[in-house]
């Protein structure tokens, strides 16, 4: 294959990498403070995307405003997941835990395809619908705002951890939760942060990869599943491992569908993960 054709199997496999590395910091968040697995974390994609879609279509909001409005909704139902769904748990068993978002998930979804139906539907790209040529290959402008987007997220929630008391607070919480209970941190609300957190994370990635694929209430089983390879291929509660992880294993799946056949695209997320677990399961930048 041409230089061009390499060059659009990169353009292809950095956008779908970016969007798994949002994900996969969604996990690393919840299970630095609370050390478990958030499986709703795969539906808070999905909702990101279908409250974009309300917030254009039915309220009619501009693009800018609805992209706010969703993100932060879906933060707020992430907060109320872990509030009626995991706080009044009598264990604190992680196996346990990890079964409640396992079961809220499914409840999410089919809330989800309540409100929202199970037809699918499309979301308008954030910018321009005409691909810039770059060195003979097409590089979409909602690329660039995948980019751009996810850059800003990342360096705020650097910046949230780094410079902000509650940051602190959740960094302190997933040391050692023992000790910052006893030094007065309230670890309920750090716990229902780091859910916001992640729900705004899922919800971001859903707005803004649903342009380039369908929606419904179940597109984010396949990306959030990805999302999870990715943090483990990183280093499950890594920050960094999480967006290195993102990013190889969409160059590998974009890679591997233009040179050996697209059937394959969606089983390498598995096969790496596979492979992760049994060579080096601490990943590839682990604490």
Known sequence: MSSSDLLQFLFAGITSGTIYALVALGFCVVHNTMGIV??????????????????LFTFNLPMGAALVAAVAATALVAVVVERIGLRPARSNDPLVLIFLTIGLSIILRGIMALVWG?????????????????????????????????????????WFFRCTGLGLAMRAVSSNPTAAAVVGLHIGRVRAASFALAGALGGLAGILVTPITTLSYDVGILLGLKGFAAAILGGFGSFPGAILG????????SLTA?????????????VVLLLVLFIRPQGLLAK
């Open 118 to 158: 199970k037809n699918r539907m499309a979301l308008p790209a954030l910018g321009a619908d005409k691909p810039l040529q770059i060195g003979g290959a097409a590089l979409m402008p909602q690329t660039l705002w995948i980019l751009g987007l996810t850059l800003v997220a990342i360096l705020i929630l650097a």
């Open 246 to 253: 993102g990013l190889l294993l969409g160059l590998l799946e």
């Open 258 to 270: 233009g040179y050996f056949s697209s059937a394959y695209k969606d089983v390498v997320a598995f």
């Open 38 to 55: 958030n499986f709703v974390q795969v539906d808070f994609v999905s909702l990101g995307g279908l409250l974009m879609f309300s917030a």
